[in-house]
């Protein structure tokens, strides 16, 4: 495979990455929400997240082994896990590294959730906010500074995330009638 062969594809897959793992996220938002889903729906909301992150995480794999082969810039291994390492674009490619990096929390504390308190397990899991940011945020500045359609898909990606965000702040309790009128209810 060509040098240029290998750029296009590290940046296509970054493109999808960002995608997916905002689409992920979303889903996430959805079954921690205040109106998360109940039934047959939970299990389907709850069965794309998962597969959905691991098809970003083919992605992501692809991502990375390219940029790394791709003789263009010299990214090395290293760099892969130790955020600002590289010596190629120092802070950007840190930023990916460091998504990469929370990531990986991410991902074995949800392996080991049923071993871990469940507390401890939605702390850390709210690193993923912190994840999606970073991976925008690396994925804007490098890989779409010079395509105006990339990045059109990066902001898409950030204004979607930044509204589901919000809607998992503002969202009201299905039962929110119900948790009134136990409030006010005389305790004896």
Do not use: N
């Amino acid at each position: 495979m060509s040098g240029s062969a290998l750029w296009y594809l590290s940046r296509a897959t970054g493109v999808v990455t960002v995608v997916l793992l905002t689409i992920v996220v979303g889903l996430g938002i959805v079954t921690a929400g205040r109106r998360r889903p109940a039934g047959e729906s939970a299990t389907i909301v709850m069965g794309l997240h998962r597969w959905l992150s691991l098809g970003m995480l083919v992605f992501l794999g692809i991502h990375i082994v390219t940029a790394i082969l791709d003789g263009y810039v010299s990214i090395s291994w290293l760099a892969v896990v130790v955020p600002f390492t590289s010596g190629y674009d120092t802070l950007l490619v840190g930023f990916g590294t460091l998504a990469l990096d929370l990531l990986v929390v991410v991902m074995v504390t949800s392996y080991l959730r049923h071993r871990i308190p469940e507390r401890q397990w939605r702390v850390v899991h709210w690193a993923s906010y912190a994840m999606w940011l970073v991976a925008l945020f690396h994925g804007f500045l490098m890989g779409t500074a010079d395509q105006a359609g990339l990045r059109a898909v990066t902001l898409a990606c950030a204004a979607i995330g930044g509204l589901m965000a919000c809607w998992r702040v503002v969202a009201t309790h299905s039962d929110k009638e119900r948790r009134r009128t136990i409030d006010a209810q005389e305790w004896s």
